[in-house]
């Protein structure tokens, strides 16, 4: 029997990577074995992927050595950074650095880099349609994933990039879920206009990803994005009042509104949603449901992920 091919898991019990991680362990005859990457491997969370049958190993992206030696002898790896963490796209820059170094390193044979779009291709820091962040970016959780695209393309690491989506689980633990308003009535809200939001599961992230390692070479150097569905607020409104059973509306603020809510990264995500609902076409074109679905054929739709996770939802 031929010996399974390694993958090494950066953010193993993140979202993301925890979603990679469990797709492997759910696959016993996919040919792959999991393999987590964590600071620590005593943490609750460590010990229990490693109780499903991950390998469990310490490392940090902060410290390349300790990266390089995660990722010795595995096939593939998947990486991904933890911007709201620390609200730092030059923290960002220098983790994906230190993880494109430690794979070519180590030589691994297929990397994918959870990356998004360099926001500032279509609007120049001299474009005021959207004010300027930090002094030098327009989304900043957006910007440094795309700026650092080319660290991996210039280390030589053969790659896959995943353009993701927003995670419909940003309803359960960003705080973006159905609210009251002074009004009584419930409402989510976005500055989206009647544009379209693709939208994704965060465990479908990971399934997607596991079905690109999976097919292996046709996706190397390959830009793929995925969605699970592209919604506009008001249809996701509607998902929301047949599933709780209560009428929930679509509250389009303006981007101006949105940016001064005045919660930790509102002017970031301010500037995303508008940067989405600007160019539509290209952002929903570029990530596409059917792609996603033949990489990961038990995709969710909006209507059967919320059906399953209603009940975590703080709705008062």
Known sequence: MAQKKVI??????????????NAILNDSKGGFTARAITRDPSSEKARALERQGAEVVAGDVDDGESLVRALKGAHG??????????????????????????????????????????????VPLTDNRMPTLMGKYKVP?????????????EA??????????????????FGMGPKRGPDGKLAITFPMGDKKLPGIA?????????GILKQGAAHLGKTVGIAGEHLTGAQMAAVFSAAIGQDVRYNAVTPEAYRGLGFPGADDLGNMFQFKRDFESYFCGARSVEGARALNPDLQSFATWLAANKHRLAVA
């Open 202 to 210: 965060a465990e479908d992230i990971g399934t997607c990803a596991y």
């Open 8 to 21: 090494a898991v950066v953010g193993a019990t993140g979202a993301q990577g925890g979603g990679v991680v």
């Open 141 to 153: 959780h957006f910007d440094a994933k795309g700026e650092a695209n080319a660290y991996f393309t």
């Open 156 to 173: 030589g690491v053969p790659t896959t990039f995943l353009l993701t989506s927003f995670y419909w689980d940003n309803f359960i633990h």
């Open 77 to 122: 790896a998947y990486f991904v950074t933890f911007y709201w963490a620390h609200f730092s796209p030059e923290k960002e820059l220098a983790e994906a650095r230190t993880m494109a170094q430690a794979a070519k390193a180590a030589g691994v044979k297929h990397a994918i880099w959870s990356t998004l779009e360099d926001t500032r291709q279509w």
